[in-house]
């Protein structure tokens, strides 16, 4: 069974990491891009959660889709680093455990944009071959259900990061809602919630900028609701069991 050098694949994330923050330095920002520190802030998250299937919407040039990446890939550099024995090996159990929680790992991305796809396609993921599924969809995100009706893996995501819409954020939520796309116990991480505050109904709960938590119930689900003031601001909508 083939070993995994999660080291050499974080190092290839970091350094499109750069390249985009470097283009991004250089030239007009095109791409809407998440700022850095959220970007850390969101490959922290990840790693944390340890989700097996992440859903977002909105990739542009897939800048916040490598944080998400980078996240995943921590979090089995981890797992890894726990489980070597005194001779620096791990063993064939632990290898064959290790293959099963990476085919059991699903990435999926959504850009509308042709132009924008084509650079996060072309000229960002093209040339990594990560151990997981990384799929990027060309598609509206309200057609993400019927797209991809035949996968029917593609349901119940325990993290989904939308950061597009942001004047439709109700619908959104309950087009995710509708569709079953977040898992029992997933979160939703909507991001600008507080440069567009005012457009959203649904987060008219937020009354300061400190992180708090507040209850909020949407369709019959219970949802903590918990505000990270970092930039644009993320909302996380995290759903009770
Ligand atoms: C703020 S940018 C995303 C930035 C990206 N998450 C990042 O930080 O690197 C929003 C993106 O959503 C895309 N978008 C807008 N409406 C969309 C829709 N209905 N379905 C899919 N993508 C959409 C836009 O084309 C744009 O590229």
């Known amino acids: 069974m083939e070993e995994i050098n999660v080291f050499l694949f974080k190092n290839q994330i970091l350094s499109k990491i750069q390249y985009l923050e ?3 330095f250089n030239s007009n920002d095109e791409f809407y891009n998440i ?10 998250y990840i790693k944390l959660k340890s989700p097996k299937k992440v859903l977002e919407f909105g990739t542009s040039n897939g800048y916040s889709l ?23 090996n791990y063993n064939i159990f632990e290898l064959s455990e290790l293959h099963s929680i990476l085919n059991s790992i699903q990435c999926v991305s959504v850009e509308i944009d042709e132009n924008r796809f084509n650079f996060a396609t072309q000229r960002v993921f093209n040339d990594i071959n990560l ?10 995100m309200f057609n993400f259900h019927s797209f991809t009706l035949e996968k029917n893996n593609y349901l119940n995501f325990d993290v ?6 942001q004047e439709r954020y109700e619908e959104v939520l309950e087009y995710i809602i509708d569709n079953t796309l977040l898992s029992i116990s997933g979160s939703i991480i909507f991001e600008n919630v507080l440069s567009h505050k005012h457009s959203f109904n649904f987060i008219s709960q937020i009354k300061n ?16 609701l918990i505000e990270y003031p970092i930039h644009n601001g993320f909302l996380e909508l995290k759903r009770k069991t």
């Not at 151990?131 to 509206?140: E, G, H, Q, S, T």
């Not at 989904?160 to 819409?165: G, K, L, R």
């Open 209 to 224: 900028t400190q992180v708090s938590v507040k209850n909020f119930k949407f369709k019959n689900i219970e949802f903590d």
């Open 66 to 88: 490598l944080a998400i990446v980078l996240g995943i890939l921590k979090n089995i550099e981890d797992f890894q680093t726990g489980k070597f024995d005194v001779n620096n």
């Open 35 to 44: 700022t850095n520190i959220q970007s850390q802030f969101l490959s922290t």
């Open 160 to 165: 989904i990061f939308v950061d597009c819409n």
């Open 22 to 24: 470097q283009l991004k």
């Open 131 to 140: 151990p997981f599924v990384v799929d990027i969809l060309n598609i509206d």
